[in-house]
């Protein structure tokens, strides 16, 4: 006679041995798992003041992001990339004045920042590359008078940055490369008086630094390249008075043209 006990341990050991196939492949199987990024950001103040905007993207690649203020002051941006490759971010302040924008890319590469200040005046942008490669930034002030602009490379190789004044006057522009290799900075002034122009290449290899005053005047410009090897600055001036030129080189196999025209 079969005991309960005979029994309950044959009914344990069937379960078992049902069971097992099943957790194991469970265990083995790879886990779904959505690609992050291709996300598209758009943010519109039109006719509004006081307006704050935060973009964030963590780990998340491919994304598109555009932020404008039109007839809009006093506003605020912020966008944060963090691990996020191949975006896009757009921020246009139109007729918008007293505005912050500032862009920083963190550990993130092959990225493309645009920043237009287009009849605004008054406006602080920033833009930071932290140990970010392959970086496009791009900072226009079109009819922008008074605005401050800041370009931050910082172990951050192969970035170009644009930052062009057009009618613009009295702004500071600032492009600091620290630990940066090939990377290239051009900064113009376009019937644009009373600018200061500041660049820093910190340990930066194979730079390149383009100044280029047209019809410019009073403007002061300075580039320092502390501990740099083969990099080139150039300075222009054309039909531009009163301005000063200073170029400081630390460093083996550097180039300087300065050219004063008019």
Do not use: C, Q
Not at 147 to 167: C, I, L
Not at 212 to 229: E, F, G, L
């Amino acid at each position: 006679m079969i005991s309960a006990r005979s029994i309950a341990r044959a009914v344990l050991i069937g379960l078992v041995a049902f069971t097992v196939p099943f957790t194991a492949a469970t265990a083995t199987a790879k886990s779904w798992v959505p690609e992050p990024g291709h996300n598209d950001v758009a943010v519109t103040n039109h006719h509004g003041d006081d307006n704050g905007t935060t973009v964030s993207n963590i780990a998340a690649s491919s994304n598109w992001i555009e932020i404008a203020n039109l007839d809009a002051d006093d506003n605020d941006t912020a966008v944060g990339n963090n691990h996020a490759h191949y975006t896009s971010t757009a921020v246009g302040n139109h007729d918008a004045d007293h505005n912050a924008t500032s862009v920083m890319n963190t550990l993130s590469h092959s990225n493309s920042t645009a920043v237009a200040n287009d009849d605004a005046d008054h406006n602080a942008t920033a833009v930071s590359n932290n140990n970010a490669d392959a970086n496009n930034v791009n900072v226009s002030n079109a009819d922008a008078h008074a605005n401050t602009t800041a370009v931050t490379n910082d172990d951050a190789d192969s970035n170009a940055v644009v930052a062009s004044n057009t009618g613009a006057d009295h702004n500071d522009t600032t492009v600091t490369n620290d630990d940066a290799a090939s990377t290239t900075s051009v900064v113009s002034n376009l019937a644009s008086d009373d600018n200061d122009t500041a660049i820093t290449n910190d340990n930066a290899t194979a730079s390149t630094t383009v100044v280029s005053n047209n019809a410019s005047s009073d403007n002061d410009i300075t580039v320092d390249n502390t501990n740099t090897a083969n990099t080139t600055t150039v300075v222009a001036a054309n039909g531009s008075h009163h301005n000063a030129t200073v170029v400081s080189n630390n460093g083996h196999g550097n180039n300087t043209v300065v050219h004063n025209h008019g």
